[in-house]
């Protein structure tokens, strides 16, 4: 087939294309005719290009490149990797691995060590595998993360958040972004974003580390620390943990005991900004991922970066495109702002679904 007599190595999509082979000759081994045709055609389309393919919607503009592969073509792009490929290559072990992959906070790379040591269950890893602590609460309660919660339930959390600050100081502002934010009816987890209309960062993060969570804690409210930054680290924007609402007596024992049920654990995390980086800190936690990836891209696109804290200006980049300065800063406040400046027409965070 022709690639224009170029090698692969000449091609921007190199790394793409040697991914996607790989995916490919999997699927020869398997016997799966249908995927493996496709996924020569697809390489052979990838090959005639001479611009990098990032996005999905690029991808799917190319011959023989259908919304499946081009959401791979993308991941590769993204991540240097294809979980697929992890997986297949883990064949026939890649039910196990997809359940340890479950645990909250275990990642591949130790996920496949586990497969490799022999670990085939849960019961497994909890009764012989040496667990830190995070991974001992993620498998006592997979179950629980693995569940969606139910938005009206995600409301009652940010309540909660939201009172218990108010009550330190009625100026708190508690904003529930991710998955809530853009009007999902069940959410994978409580994305608390947290900010102040004049104390510092390193205020708020004193409020928060030092007497919010132990006040929630204290109350039976938060259930467990997943990953935290603590207040004496000077960048640290960010609690993960778990909590459950208390459910009202049940009616089996009213009259005889009175039984304070808990719900399922939810997974909760707080999000530390500080007010000037508001607008950048919306978006990037409203997301979703994709959504974030492709308005980054765009902010690049027109020589501009994007991240959590702002949009700027001016980076001054060295040999290899290396970040020299972070540029100036040209909005960070201004959700709105934010969309402006880049000329993308305002998108409500119901729409930024991609
Ligand atoms: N985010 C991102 N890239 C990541 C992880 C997160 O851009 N790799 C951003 C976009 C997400 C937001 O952070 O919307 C919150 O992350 P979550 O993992 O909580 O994802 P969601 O809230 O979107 O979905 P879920 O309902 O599964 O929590
Ligand atoms: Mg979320
Ligand atoms: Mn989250």
């Known amino acids: 087939e022709a690639n224009n007599g170029k090698g692969a190595a000449a091609n921007p999509n190199a790394r793409t294309i040697e991914i996607l082979e790989q995916m490919g000759r999997y699927y ?21 290009e001479t611009r990098k393919i990032t996005t999905k919607e690029e991808a799917v503009l190319l011959p023989f490149i259908g919304e499946r592969l081009a959401a ?11 979980r697929r490929l ?16 479950g645990i909250y906070s275990v990642g591949f790379a130790q996920a496949s060590r586990w497969v490799r ?23 006592a309660h997979y179950d629980d ?11 009652q959390h940010g309540a909660i958040v939201r009172d218990a600050l108010h009550a330190l100081d009625p100026d708190f502002e508690v904003v529930v972004g991710g998955s809530y934010r853009r009007g999902a009816l069940t959410c994978g987890d409580i994305d608390c974003i947290i900010t102040h209309p004049t104390h510092s960062l390193s ?22 620390s997943l990953a935290a930054s603590t207040s ?19 009616g089996d024992f009213v009259g005889r005991q009175k039984k304070l049920e808990e ?80 000329g993308v027409p305002w998108r409500e965070p119901e729409e930024r679904i991609c």
């Open 28 to 48: 020869d081994r398997v016997q799966d005719h249908w995927r493996t045709l496709a996924y020569r055609r697809a390489i052979t389309s990838l090959k005639r």
């Open 232 to 250: 004496a680290s000077s960048t640290g924007t960010k609690w993960h943990g778990a909590a459950a609402l208390p459910t009202s007596p049940s």
């Open 263 to 342: 719900g399922p654990w939810r997974r909760i995390d707080f999000l530390l900004v500080p007010q000037e980086e508001t607008g950048a800190a919306l978006i990037y936690f409203t997301g979703n991922d994709v959504f974030n990836r492709s308005i980054r891209l765009l902010a690049s696109r027109k020589g501009m970066r994007l991240n959590q804290h702002g949009l700027f200006r001016d980076i001054m980049r060295g040999p290899g495109r290396v970040k020299v300065t972070d540029g100036i800063l040209v909005e960070g406040r201004d959700e709105r702002r934010i969309f402006e400046v880049l």
């Open 117 to 139: 040591q022999g670990y085939r269950t849960l019961a497994d890893l909890l009764h012989r595998a040496p667990l830190t602590t995070n991974q001992r609460i993620g498998i």
């Open 72 to 82: 791979k073509i993308e991941e590769i792009v993204w991540t240097n990797r294809l």
């Open 86 to 101: 992890e997986n297949a290559q883990l064949d026939p072990t890649d039910r196990i691995l997809q359940l340890f992959l």
């Open 145 to 155: 993360f693995a569940l969606r919660i139910p938005r009206n339930e995600v409301t």
């Open 203 to 224: 205020t708020i993060r004193a409020l928060v580390f030092d007497t919010l969570v132990p006040q929630l804690f204290e109350q039976g409210y938060l259930r467990a």
